[in-house]
């Protein structure tokens, strides 16, 4: 069965450090990947997305993400985190098409240390 | 850009009684909308999908009978927890597609069952 797995649940990094999220899917083919962010309370904001081509993707707010076919990982990444960036990501794949149903990760809450 | 509406942002019911939640998209025609529900500090459950004009498509697991869906127009679709019990208390998120703008998240909905 298809699935997107995100080991880290909870990741502490001071602020001005580097950040890496990993995101690994299980699929066939290759899917449609996404990296969302969610603050408490709130709905998910778009940070990324890979459908084809470079696989190096830049997102919004600094972040981007590289898709890795032979690790099956979509992993993302900032290099220098603000304190504003504290809040839940998921990792999220489209099945079979850019038009289907999204399923996420279990997320990775992400704290920053003054 | 791609916006989705979703109302009201909490709702507190009674058990027993039914609740209504709207999602909206506001300039865009939304060929498929998706329901999602998140338990606190989990992730999000893809509930059911549906496109416009025809049933919806549940999830394994969802009751079809308790969580009805309608999307009765491209830019409207409503979830309605029927006979709503404090378990069902949750945070419901929508999620609309439109061919050139991909997936657009509502902001969810806080319901709380007492």
């Known amino acids: 069965a298809q699935s997107v797995t995100q080991p880290d649940i909870h990741i502490t990094v001071s602020e001005g450090a580097s950040l890496e999220l990993r995101c690994n899917y299980s699929?066939?083919?290759?899917?449609?990947l996404f990296w969302y962010v969610q603050s408490p309370g709130q709905g998910l904001q778009l940070l990324l997305k890979?459908?084809?081509?470079?696989?190096l993707v830049q997102g919004i707010k600094g972040f981007e993400a590289e898709f890795k076919r032979s690790q099956s990982s979509f992993n993302l990444r900032k290099p220098s985190v603000h304190w504003s960036d504290a809040a839940e990501y998921f990792c999220?794949?489209?099945?079979?098409?850019?038009?289907?149903?999204?399923?996420f990760g279990s997320g990775t809450r992400l704290s920053i240390r003054p | 850009g791609a916006v989705v509406s979703q109302h009201p942002s909490w709702v507190i019911c009674k058990s027993g009684t039914s609740v209504k939640i709207e999602c909206r998209s506001l300039?865009?025609?939304?060929?498929?909308m998706f329901w999602y529900r998140q338990f606190p500090k989990q992730s999000l459950m893809l509930m059911a999908t549906?496109?416009?004009?025809?049933?919806?498509?549940?999830e394994q697991g969802v009751e079809k009978d308790k969580f009805l869906i309608n999307h009765a127009s491209l830019t409207l679709s409503t979830l309605t927890v029927t006979s709503a019990h404090p378990e069902d208390s949750s945070f419901y998120i929508c999620?609309?597609?439109?061919?050139?703008?991909?997936?657009?998240f509502g902001s969810g909905t806080r319901l709380t069952v007492v």
């Open positions: 699929y066939g083919a290759t899917p449609y």
């Open positions: 999220a794949v489209a099945l079979y098409s850019s038009a289907s149903k999204i399923i």
């Open positions: 999620s609309a597609r439109a061919t050139n703008y991909g997936y657009t």
């Open positions: 890979y459908f084809s081509g470079d696989t």
């Open positions: 300039d865009f025609q939304a060929t498929t």
């Open positions: 549906s496109n416009e004009g025809s049933k919806a498509t549940y």
